[in-house]
């Protein structure tokens, strides 16, 4: 019900340019909270553009990389300026992991150093894969709608045989004191697979996930190298996370 409404969502604003949030809750008689979700989900594939209280349909076509940035979602510019801190740590000639997430995939635009990029995700895949001195494999596995990234056993799998320099980690949850978490079980089982295939763990998240706790933690601060987060990060949160051993970026 959720994706035929969303594309009912879209075919509406084609046709009218832009509605509110009212009156699309109104017109598929759901709640405000609803519509808001669906139009995040559709902002984050860069279909429709969120505005305060409605939501508009993209009039100018958007150059490849503006499509790409659009799918961040909020705090697209603390995203981007993660992604630079990050992708200026890849060595020419590393192999690297880059798990899915919208703060990845602000490396993947960032990412220029002859490479080669190791990912589950089908928006970084689609970001590298025309970027001729990056060497781009994507894993199998099955596709979650929700996020455009492979997970499951075949996913898992994909990983075993890497060697990888560098993963950049991405995580729902980061708490100082129970680590990293998620939200399944089959999302922690292959962000686990990427961790044992790299040599240095690189978590990078938005602060906005700081001190949130989700369902199952995939991994404690022991096995994390460096850290990068934003300005927005609680300074006191950041010295506990030193006090494990890990460096911590903040990007700017």
Sequence with gaps: MTAGRQEKIRFLLQKHG??????????????????????KQLASMGLVQREHGKAVYPQVPQSRDGIFISRLGEAHKEKLAIGRAAAGLVQEGESIILDSGTTTLAIALALNQKCIVVTNSLPVADVL?????????????????NTLSLMGPMTRESFSGFNADKL??????????????????????????MINASKE?????????LTRIFYHTFEKWDKINTFITDSGADSNLLKKVEEYGVKVIVAT
């Design 18 to 39: 832009n509605l509110t949030v009212s009156d699309l809750a109104q017109r598929f008689d759901v709640s405000e909270m609803t519509i808001r979700r669906d139009l």
């Design 129 to 145: 894969g025309m970027r001729q001195e990056i060497t781009t494999v994507l894993t199998g596995g099955e596709v979650q709608r």
């Design 168 to 193: 950049f980690l991405a995580a729902t949850g980061v708490s100082a004191v129970k680590g990293l978490s998620t939200t399944s079980m089959g999302e922690s089982e292959v962000k686990q697979a």
């Design 201 to 209: 763990v690189i978590l990078v998240a938005h602060s906005e996930k």
